[in-house]
């Protein structure tokens, strides 16, 4: 059996890794409206990859024996109205996110849940990677300015993006 707060502490996590992908759904909604079709399709990966982390922690919680609680999931907000300020939302979301990975390994760590603390290290390495791609993405963006045909080559490079179910654990 996984502790109590180890339990609670997963549960919140599968809740705000639900919210995320219900976030990014939100800004994709954005880009279908500006028919930007390669974005579209990079927040789609997104949402996509979000359901995998969620269900991941969903599926090792229940495998540990503990009890799932779903709680609501809070309405998604798009600050912005510019492909800038959405992706600076995206990675200052992601560095929230990371935040609370790192509190959820926190009380592995405080419960001496070594298995729980394995399991975590891919989320630790995967946020580390979510950063850096949004961090990159965030620096063409800007470099690109008002530049329509460079954000159309963008877009199109983003269309290639692809969703790779991702082996937790």
Known sequence: MINEKLEAAFNDQINKELYSEYLYLAMKIYFKEQNLQGFVNWFDVQVQEEHAHAMGMFDYLDERGGKIVLEAIDKPEVKGNDILSI?????EHEEYVTSRINH??????????RAALN??????KEQVEEEANVGGLLATL???????????????ELAARTFVQPVIG
């Open 119 to 124: 399991f975590l290290n891919w989320y630790i």
């Open 142 to 156: 800007r470099l690109i300015g008002d530049d329509k045909k460079a954000l159309l080559m963008l877009d199109k």
């Open 104 to 113: 959820l390994a926190d009380v592995a760590d405080e419960t001496k849940d």
């Open 87 to 91: 992706f600076e939302q995206v990675l």
